[in-house]
T-cell receptor, first 113, second 113 residues
Framework: QQQVKQSPQSLIVQKGGISIINCAYENTAFDYFPWYQQFPGKGPALLIA?????SEKKEGRFTISFNKSAKQFSLHIMDSQPGDSATYFCAASMGTGRRALTFGSGTRLQVQP | NAGVTQTPKFQVLKTGQSMTLQCAQDMNHEYMSWYRQDPGMGLRLIHYSVGAGITDQGEVPNGYNVSRSTTEDFPLRLLSAAPSQTSVYFCASSSPGGPNEQFFGPGTRLTVL
């Protein structure tokens, strides 16, 4: 049972373009939605996160859009750069006690120069 | 600070062998967890611990054991390795309060023949 569904599986974007990755969740008890970035041979690292009480969060070129009624959230990378080429995972967790993350399946982003 | 460290980086086992994957963190984080990463499946939680002496099962615990005798260390034991346990294993830690930011180690790539 996949509680967090992520699409697309892979994405190719030209330098300067906008990269968009989408996720949908099923469990309405989730209350924290992070995005992790992973470079080859490395562990994932937190990129940006949002809570369901806001519809958008922006940090530099990275923006999360959140639609609570649709149970969907997305990552937008503006002015994509070759250095952004990595695998991106959306995730979700509930409460502050357990802190376990449920991950999406990942999106491999390639930004072409 | 070294953050989260994992050893070994690579390991090849034969079916039926046992081994321990080591994980240590120097951030005084109470919460630690183990994930496995498989292509197209994201990261899945194996076991987690909310503090020394306390462990619990995650999504895919079968075939793995954990213990937490100190805050710093959280080893993962494979009792009798199977080819289905071929994967990349990540250890993560986080502090109990505030945002659920998980800090991941560099991973252990395990192959079971």
């Amino acid at each position: 049972q996949q509680q967090v569904k992520q699409s697309p599986q892979s994405l190719i974007v030209q330098k300067g373009g906008i990269s968009i990755i989408n996720c949908a969740y099923e469990n309405t008890a989730f209350d924290y939605f992070p995005w992790y970035q992973q470079f080859p041979g490395k562990g994932p690292a937190l990129l940006i996160a949002i809570r369901p009480d806001v519809s958008e969060k922006k940090e530099g070129r990275f923006t999360i859009s959140f639609n609570k009624s649709a149970k969907q959230f997305s990552l937008h990378i503006m002015d994509s750069q070759p250095g952004d080429s990595a695998t991106y995972f959306c995730a979700a967790s509930m409460g502050t006690g357990r802190r376990a993350l449920t991950f999406g399946s990942g999106t491999r982003l390639q930004v072409q120069p | 600070n070294a953050g989260v460290t994992q050893t070994p980086k690579f390991q090849v086992l034969k079916t039926g062998q046992s081994m321990t994957l080591q994980c240590a963190q120097d951030m005084n984080h109470e919460y630690m967890s183990w994930y496995r990463q498989d292509p197209g499946m994201g990261l899945r939680l194996i076991h987690y611990s909310v503090g020394a002496g306390i462990t619990d099962q995650g999504e895919v615990p079968n075939g793995y054991n954990v213990s937490r005798s100190t805050t710093e260390d959280f080893p993962l034991r494979l009792l009798s390795a199977a080819p289905s346990q071929t994967s990349v294993y990540f250890c993560a830690s986080s502090s109990p309060g505030g945002p659920n930011e998980q800090f991941f180690g560099p991973g252990t790539r395990l192959t079971v023949l």
